[in-house]
T-cell receptor, first 111, second 111 residues
Framework: GQQLNQSPQSMFIQEGEDVSMNCTSS?????WLWYKQDPGEGPVLLIA?????ELTSNGRLTAQFGITRKDSFLNISASIPSDVGIYFC???????????FGSGTKLNVKP | DADVTQTPRNRITKTGKRIMLECSQT?????MYWYRQDPGLGLRLIYY???????NKGEISDGYSVSRQAQAKFSLSLESAIPNQTALYFC??????????FGQGTRLTVV
């Protein structure tokens, strides 16, 4: 299957700090998605990116679709305790049938 | 009510037993998916279906089977459960132009 390399695997930060995580792939994707998973819940979509170079914000979250179409990053500014969770990137290939997920970044925010 | 409902939410079963996980959705989407989540591995695709007559294997279909009983229902079966199938299982739905919507997950433990 497709390999999406997501890093870092986990982060421990202080409330108020900015956070950055990224995903890279050896394949070219048509769509990049970023999801957040709270404990005991399914992943929920944060941001969807459809075009190379696209930079999209959703509140304190900003994500970019890399120019090469093989990478994407997610930034969270001024983190707060409710940002705690696991963040997943997902990429969709040209056939639009399946999404491939990264292994997740576990974020811990200390008040 | 949740758009994507999974039952049961938690299940402990013995090795060799047959078990079925159920998923129903109210989104009206044609496409439904079953994923498995393991720590450090993200979500991996088990099976997916584009309509009631269309079933496709994902990355890790061995040991699993599915049934698409109706547009809104997609069930996952483990014919003879084994301990390394202990995992968190997610059902998801989408239409071609939407992101995936996930259920809350089923935590399965095989002892």
């Amino acid at each position: 299957g497709q390999q999406l390399n997501q890093s870092p695997q986990s982060m421990f930060i202080q409330e108020g700090e900015d956070v950055s995580m990224n995903c890279t792939s050896s394949s070219i994707f048509n769509t990049w998605l970023w999801y957040k998973q709270d404990p005991g819940e399914g992943p929920v979509l944060l941001i969807a990116l459809y075009k190379a170079g696209e930079l999209t914000s959703n509140g304190r979250l900003t994500a970019q679709f890399g120019i090469t179409r093989k990478d994407s990053f997610l930034n969270i500014s001024a983190s707060i305790p409710s940002d705690v969770g696991i963040y997943f990137c997902a990429g969709q290939l040209h056939d639009f049938n399946k999404f491939y997920f990264g292994s997740g970044t576990k974020l811990n925010v200390k008040p | 009510d949740a758009d994507v409902t999974q039952t049961p939410r938690n299940r402990i079963t013995k090795t060799g037993k047959r078990i079925m996980l159920e998923c129903s959705q109210t989104k009206g989407h044609d496409r439904m998916y079953w994923y498995r989540q393991d720590p450090g591995l993200g979500l991996r695709l088990i099976y997916y279906s584009f309509d009631v007559k269309d079933i496709n294997k994902g990355e890790i279909s061995d040991g699993y089977s599915v049934s698409r009983q109706a547009q809104a229902k997609f069930s996952l079966s483990l014919e003879s459960a084994i301990p390394n199938q202990t995992a968190l299982y997610f059902c998801a739905t989408r239409d071609p132009n939407t992101e995936a919507f996930f259920g809350q997950g089923t935590r399965l433990t095989v002892v």
